[in-house]
């Protein structure tokens, strides 16, 4: 009978410990027992690699909470295994009409946990059985906002237009409507994988039901290779490309122009699991992992060198338009890399790896705030609430216009930070008619000239 937990609970309690010591006490079974350790001691003595097999350790079963959706609804994953390499597998993207995705991912997620050998040493894997729980709970394809989440992604960041993010997208059966959301990577569930998926390898989405699997849509030959492999092992087709019409906003294809090996299964049925191809398909992936999980690379801008996960952020959050071009090499810290930038610093600390911010811009502090609003009269003055489209009360300060529209698409208070002063016209830029206004983490330059163009590129920050 193997020792557990229950055996100790039950030894612990006094009427189990009592009989247990009057039992050892009797000398038949004090002869029997000195005569079990003695061959024991002999077993140990004679065969060295025993104790060395006992020890040899599984890899480890985590549970994680990642974030909340809109709604307040959890978002979870198992993580089995801890090696350098990042694989992640998304269940449950469109809600309640793919649930039978949600139930695969828990039945992956049970197996795995089960059997946690299974996964290389080289991997860590994730299993999220859904990403749109209000989409679950309320039975339909969207978010609780009534956005398609499948379509929400900045796909903009690749070298194909074809896929780029528009709020006018097609749907399950082609349906066209609205449902790209408001901007790219608007919604708090999508922000949430971005975010996650910074430091992964590889990311499968599954989804029902077409009975196929499509790689990243942008040409990215680890995407077509694992797509492959999962076919060929689950017995679905494989596609280069969603055959019916054109994704815009796709996970996989965001994921793809980060160089995260990125694919889409869609099950056969949309009722069933299909449990066994799966654990099939996901095993081939976990075999060929040298193939088809590309380590993240370092890339070089404006001739510096950035390293690969805070080129990850860089990239998917704004690039130069946000952070400004690099100014000098990554240096290291004690708990990871700092970079500076044109018009901020960011910081990645492995201790916060597997949150939302292992990467994140550092605080410029109130002093820096001052200093930079120098000239701006009234800048840090506290704002009247009732005035003010937007008002922060941590910080007595609002925003307003083209200010309030760049800071609420480019990430809000998580990359920013909130507003320390207000809207000032820039005394320091180039053109006296510019105007600043100076966040947490950032400081913001508004143009005039630029006014008339789409909020995105009306702004250069400085
Ligand atoms: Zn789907």
Do not use: K
């Given at each position: 009978m193997a020792w557990s937990f229950e055996h100790l609970a039950n030894w612990l309690r006094p009427e189990w410990r009592a009989s247990w010591w009057q039992s050892v006490r009797s000398p038949s079974v004090l002869r029997s027992r000195f005569l079990a350790l003695s061959l024991c001691a002999l077993i140990c003595c004679l065969w060295p690699s025993a104790p060395a097999a006992a020890q040899q350790a599984l890899p480890p079963v985590r549970d994680l909470l990642l974030g909340y959706s809109s709604q307040g609804r959890p978002i979870n994953a198992v993580q089995i295994g801890s090696g350098p390499r990042k694989l992640v597998v998304v269940g449950d993207t469109h809600g309640g009409p793919e649930a039978n995705t949600y139930t695969l991912t828990l039945q992956l997620a049970e197996h795995f946990r089960a059997n946690p050998a299974e996964v290389p040493p080289e991997i860590r894997l994730y299993l999220i059985p859904t990403l749109n729980p209000d989409g679950l709970a309320l039975g339909t394809?969207?978010?609780?906002?009534?956005?398609d989440l499948n379509r929400?992604?900045?796909?903009?960041?690749?070298?194909?237009?074809?896929?780029d993010w528009n709020v006018t997208v097609q749907g399950a059966y082609g349906q066209v409507s609205d449902t790209g959301g408001p901007f790219p990577d608007s919604q708090i569930e999508s922000r949430l994988i971005r975010n996650f998926l910074l430091d992964a390898a590889g990311a499968i989405f599954i989804h029902s039901n077409a009975g196929l699997v499509f790689p990243a849509f942008c040409e990215h030959a680890p995407s077509n290779r694992m797509g492959q492999l999962y076919a060929e092992a689950a017995g679905y087709l494989y596609n280069?490309?969603?055959?019916?019409y054109q994704i815009t906003g796709g996970m996989h294809d965001w994921a793809g122009s980060l160089g995260i090996a990125a694919i889409t299964p869609e099950l056969?049925?949309?009722?069933?699991?299909e449990f066994p191809q799966n654990l099939a398909g996901l095993r081939a992936v976990l075999a060929n992992w040298p193939d088809v999980l590309p380590t993240p690379e370092d890339r070089i801008e404006a001739n510096v060198v950035l390293p690969a996960l805070l080129w990850r952020y860089w990239k998917a959050l704004g690039a130069t338009a946000v952070f400004?071009?690099?100014l000098a090499p990554a240096q290291p810290t004690p708990d990871g890399l700092a970079q500076t930038f044109r018009n901020a610093r960011l910081e990645l600390r492995?201790?916060?790896?597997?949150?939302?911010?292992l990467v994140q811009a550092q605080p410029l502090g109130r002093r820096s705030a001052e200093m930079l609003a120098y000239g701006g009269a009234t800048a840090l003055t506290p704002t009247d609430p009732a005035t003010a489209p937007r008002y922060f009360t941590e910080t007595g300060h609002s925003l307003r216009e083209s200010f309030l529209v760049f800071w609420e698409r480019g990430g809000g208070a998580d990359v920013f930070g909130l507003p320390l002063s207000e809207e000032f016209p820039g005394a320091h830029c180039r053109s006296a008619a510019a105007h600043r206004a100076i966040f947490r983490a950032r400081c913001l330059r508004l143009l005039p000239r630029r006014r008339q163009r789409a909020p995105r590129t009306a702004w250069l920050a400085a």
């Open positions: 394809r969207f978010d609780a906002q009534g956005v929400n992604m900045n796909t903009n960041l690749d070298a194909c237009p074809e896929n280069r490309y969603w055959p019916n056969i049925s949309g009722v069933n699991t400004g071009a690099p492995r201790s916060l790896a597997d949150t939302p911010y």
